[in-house]
């Protein structure tokens, strides 16, 4: 049978999802703890592989498996053996026809930003930071200007293996509560580094080291080069996949309502 499972995790102990000889990826510790929960070999595929320091709220896995156990048991027995900052929040059996990266519609980002004169404590690893204030309404016109299908190649790392830069951004959305910024990010396909190298043209924009309409003449560019510095990882959460209501699968996790 095919199970999907919804993962949430603490990005910032590992090396980014993918599997990894080192062992510390998230991927590595939740088919280890699939294997001792089914004493079986277990191999995952994602709806999104993040990096190093990036945090899931929903990252969506399927695996095909001879073992049965309710969704009920499929979340506790393979939390279990998750570390505390890994952990299942749903499970569920699937189809053979779904595939937890092709059947997605779309892929949802947010990035939390800390805007003081002072560093992250207490939320340290959690929240990007910008010491200078920022403007919204310069942040909002530049925003404006990127969605819609467009070359990205200005926006991506060149350890980027995606086919193709073309990507449609459907919504970056940007709001404000007390000293913390939220970014929401959503398209059919992110390249990689490309949320967080936008960050930072949006960052520079904000700060008004450039007009909003720099961030046109970026794109347009096609060139890494001209684009602001690749913003931190710190602040970057994978909010999961959106996918058609016939699969049945869940749209958010309680986690959501942690974030400002």
């Known amino acids: 049978m095919r199970i999907a499972l919804g993962v949430s995790y603490n990005g910032q102990p590992y090396q980014g999802w993918q599997s990894q000889l080192s062992g510390l990826t998230v991927q590595d510790r939740l088919e280890t703890a699939l294997a001792r929960f089914t004493n079986q070999k277990t191999t995952t595929?994602?709806?999104?592989?993040?990096?190093?320091?990036?945090?899931?709220?929903m990252q969506v896995v399927h695996f095909d498996t001879p073992v049965h156990r309710s969704p009920a048991a499929w979340v506790r027995g393979t939390n279990s053996f998750l570390p505390r900052d890994i952990a299942i929040q749903w499970a569920c059996a699937v189809p053979e026809s779904f595939h937890c990266r092709a059947?997605?519609?779309?892929?949802?980002?947010?990035?939390?930003l800390l805007e003081s004169p002072v560093r992250p404590s207490v939320e340290a690893g959690q929240v990007g930071w910008a010491f200078r204030p920022l403007n919204l309404e310069p942040m909002q016109q530049a925003a404006e200007l990127l969605l819609g299908e467009h070359d990205f190649s200005s926006f991506r790392a060149s350890a980027c293996q995606a086919l193709s830069p073309v990507k449609h951004l459907q919504q970056l959305a940007i709001s404000r509560r007390g000293a913390y910024w939220r970014f929401e990010f959503e398209a059919n396909a992110f390249l990689h580094h490309m949320i967080r190298n936008?960050?930072?043209?949006?960052?520079?924009?904000?700060?008004?080291?450039?007009?909003?309409?720099?961030?046109?003449?970026?794109?347009?560019?096609?060139?890494?080069?001209?684009?602001?510095?690749?913003?931190?990882?710190?602040?970057?959460?994978?909010?999961?996949?959106?996918?058609?209501?016939?699969?049945?699968?869940?749209?958010?996790?309680p986690a959501f309502d942690a974030l400002p």
């Open 45 to 57: 595929l994602c709806a999104g592989r993040t990096d190093s320091g990036v945090h899931g709220l």
């Open 103 to 112: 059947s997605a519609l779309s892929r949802r980002y947010a990035y939390i």
């Open 198 to 253: 936008i960050m930072g043209c949006l960052i520079t924009i904000g700060q008004k080291q450039q007009p909003p309409q720099w961030i046109t003449q970026v794109l347009q560019a096609r060139d890494r080069k001209v684009a602001a510095p690749t913003f931190s990882a710190d602040g970057l959460y994978f909010l999961g996949p959106r996918y058609a209501p016939h699969w049945g699968l869940p749209d958010r996790t």
